[in-house]
């Protein structure tokens, strides 16, 4: 046997056995080896033999159960799926299987309960479960005795986790992961928690097992009630109404600011998320209400979150979630949709507000993900894990010594203790998660230190420290490459390179968007994720829908109509598989779901929804060309959701923030209309403000000055424009009129010049017009744009 030969053999098992037990425990131990030697088919064998044999020599199996020569003593299915996850738990004694019909057949056919686990590669106590009970030899025994085991990446299947969870809190209120749950092979629900100690999950099995064998009547009817309400929260074809004005939009803002912080910003207590669909919300709100009060909770937020230990102050980039109120003491994984989101949130503060703290943000944020996260080939990565070399957190903490080794010129080192508070001794476990105690311009102030040498000193100071971190041993990487997250990265980056003029952001995007039509589109279908290589499941709804809008923002900015096109076959594709016509309702999951329904996912959650992000595709891609259908489906969309925002307004910001947007005007500073034919892009200038149109052959709207009153004029307004200079008219011969009218065509500048300096908050400029061509007029339209910093 060599040392990458699979060990299914009693002998070996047998010998490992014996040879790793005590004397009390080993008659245990050897009871358990006809249970732990699974019986393979010579099939699978050979597929998970040939899968060991292609790992090259660096392949370290995850296991503490390994014969001297380093041979793993149990390998599962997993060894054979792509998840990094997944992959973690190939060497378990558990025999695991994967999401799939196998599995729940197995267990139709065996009438044995399903022990469901799902996680991910970078959660903490889903690796502390791991090694407590997954790696041990008597609860795997029992688990491959009585139960058949499924193993889930909850980042690979939404659908399932969404599922699940929403039964963990109605069968235990305990939720989180790893969700530890147990479930009928018809996928019916009867208990679920969240992370067991050793002992308690021990004895839950063993009560699941006697339940299941001796009382199958409680197990059905827990499982009834379970499914139904699910059904009901997840599933429920909810009746149209009609949301009347902005109230629900105003309420749903209000109650969110009712939870406000207001000490260390944010709208909850701790464990403390950024809540990034609630900041979209409060910026959209507070520009159209000129509300400060609004505007300045956000801000404060963005503040608090920048200067905290979640935000990461040696490499840029934001860590999941914070432990603490005062956003110091971060849980250390870093998500991909996490820096995607928030790069953005701080990429529109800047843009409203001029504050240069929110443009570096948004930069070394991006930064981050280019250096870290990013595939040689262009795609981005998931995660980074809260664990690296035996501790959580170890590779983000410092110590005065570790600063001194890193920082050997005594005046950095000064700088770097009193910045990042070392001089007020440890903060986690004898060692300190850098923050900024105070504000960086206030620092400089207090330090009486001249604002352009502090910055260029503090830039020195953090490439020197990250040079010194990146020798250490980092965190795991999950290396697959989801497609939604990616999306919501691309727009991301596209959005950035625009606004801030960095080509590179904009270069990496394109490249990015590339990759993934050509590796994870084939036929109409969309992968969910792929690694090394290797395809993951078919994608969900919001894979479909973040990739067809990060190709439309590639279009708006580079009107390269490719992008455009491959925006609308996605859009198309969604429309067939996720969308249905006689319900009126949009679900995450496929028709051909291994779930017991169909499920949506309307709410916000750690990241949009994906119904929001769904409508908000809609609503866009209906203004990029004669497309009545996405304009009436983004409609029936929100229609089928209104009864449930009423309810709970505060769980769909995001997709009231779109809602806003599509009735009442976007406020971004570029805008199509007059069904794609007009391209409106407010810039700023040295003067004031700058209105750029650009009209398609053959279309025009008409002048400012026009004589016949039956026409509508073009106008700008806005209670702060001190000044407005339209363009030069051509006359145009119409048979309508007896007389040629005046017209604008082409690509068109207004020039805007406002009372005084724009303030942080101001009015939108209103910008209305009537597109014609040569053989239709289309209605009066209006644009409204957020004038910029």
Known sequence: MTKKALAFTSILLLAYLMN?????SESKSIRAIQSLNTEYSNTVQQQLAHALKEKDESYQPRTEHKTPDGTPVFTNRLLLESSPYLLQHAHNPVNWFSWSEEALSKARIENKPVFL???YSTCHWCHVMEKESFENLEIAAFLNKHFISIKVDREQHPDVDSTYMTAAALLSGHTGWPLTGFITSQGAPFYAASYLPPEQFLSFL?????VWKNNPKAVEEESRY????????????????????????SDAAEQWLAQYDEFSGGFSTAPKFPNEPVLFLLLDQALRQQDDTMLNAVLHSLDSMQQGGIYDQVGGGFHRYATDPEWRLPHFEKMLYSQAQLARVYLYAWQITGNPLYKRTTEQTLNYVLRELRHPS????SATDADSDGGEGRYFLWNAEQLREALPDKEQFDLAIELFGLNEGSNFDGSNILYLPQSLPDFAINQQLNAFIFFDQLEHVQKQLLKQRLKRTAPHLDDKIITAWNGMLIRSLAEAGDLLEKPKYT???STAAHWLWDHHMSKGTLLRSSREGSSGPEGTLEDYAHLAHAYLTLYNISNNPLWLQRSKQLTNELLNRFWSEEEAQLYLSAKSSLLPFRIKS???NATISATAITYELLTQLSKRGSLPLYQTISEQVFASEAAAIQQSPMQYSYLLAMHNQATQGNLKHRQFAAQGALKAELLSSSKGLQLIVELAPGWHINAHSIEDKRLISTSLSADWIAKAHYPESSPLAVAFMPLPISVYSRRLQFDIQPVSEPDKLKAPLHFRF???SSSQCLAPESLYFSPMH
Not at 20 to 24: E, R, Y
Not at 232 to 246: E, L, V, Y
């Open 117 to 119: 686990s799902i996680g």
């Open 602 to 604: 309307s709410q916000d």
């Open 770 to 772: 009537q597109a014609c």
């Open 378 to 381: 262009g795609p981005f990565y």
């Open 507 to 509: 270069q990496a995007a």
């Open 20 to 24: 790793n037990t005590t004397a009390a």
């Open 206 to 210: 063993h009560q699941v097992n006697d």
């Open 226 to 249: 379970a499914l139904a309400q699910i059904q009901r929260i997840k599933a429920a074809k909810n009746t149209s109404t009609t949301i009347q004005g902005n109230s629900v939009v």
